[in-house]
């Protein structure tokens, strides 16, 4: 069974602040996919990224990078330079390739403070 | 690019009272749909997926069912809600060509009296 575990369940900030976001996940599979959404105070879940297993390499989006490390099964997300807007709570998930079913981690809260 | 509406946005129902929220979506045909809830302060479980019209598979047992009478549309539904069924409802859409992303609608926030 694949799981997610996001051990940081809140994480304050000061604006302008890089934070940094953990996610271990577990899974049988060799084929799978990872992603990672913002859930801000509205409710939608927005989707940020989307990786799959055998592409390892960083990746940035403006103010936004991913650490995929599949020897340590960590895909890591921070936000550089964090502002107010930046605050959500944020989920990292996976999908094992032929079921397409997600499996959420518990989520990170994320205060930037002014 | 494909867009989820739900329909209601929120929604106060009295223990024993029935439920159907909907979910459609633009922008794709024969879409993965997906149904989860979201406990306050908590993370998304998975209730529903479909992969076609009258294809529904349970995740979770309860006092849910749902149905997708049409391509585009999905309805989750209860009989009798229970105090329990109160959260956060959010409807997923996933392309069966090419991406495996879920994106999902705006929800529906519940809250059973």
């Known amino acids: 069974a694949q799981k997610v575990t996001q051990a940081q369940t809140e994480i304050s900030v000061v604006e302008k602040e890089d934070v940094t976001l953990d996610c271990v996940y577990e899974t049988r599979d060799t084929t799978y996919y990872l992603f990672w959404y913002k859930q801000p105070p509205s409710g939608e879940l927005v989707f940020l990224i989307r990786r799959n297993s055998f592409d390892e390499q960083n990746e940035i989006s403006g103010r936004y990078s991913w650490n995929f490390q599949k020897s340590t099964s960590s895909f890591n997300f921070t936000i550089t330079a964090s502002q107010v807007v930046d605050s959500a709570v944020y989920f990292c998930?996976?999908?094992?390739?032929?079921?397409?079913?997600?499996?959420f981690g518990g989520g990170t809260r994320v205060l930037v403070k002014p | 690019s494909q867009t989820i509406h739900q329909w209601p946005a929120t929604l106060v129902q009295p223990v024993g009272s029935p439920l159907s929220l909907e979910c459609t979506v633009e922008?794709?045909?024969?879409?993965?749909l997906y149904w989860y809830r979201q406990a306050a302060g908590r993370g998304l479980q998975l209730l529903f997926y479909s992969v076609g019209i009258g294809q529904i598979s349970s995740e979770v047992p309860q006092n849910l069912s749902a149905s997708r009478p049409q391509d585009r549309q999905f309805i989750l539904s209860s009989k009798k809600l229970l105090l329990s069924d109160s959260g956060f409802y959010l409807c997923?859409?996933?392309?069966?060509?090419?991406?495996?992303?879920?994106?999902f609608g705006p929800g529906t926030r519940l809250t059973v009296l």
């Open positions: 998930a996976l999908s094992e390739a032929a079921g397409n079913k997600l499996t």
């Open positions: 922008g794709t045909s024969n879409p993965n």
């Open positions: 997923a859409s996933q392309e069966t060509s090419g991406t495996d992303t879920q994106y």
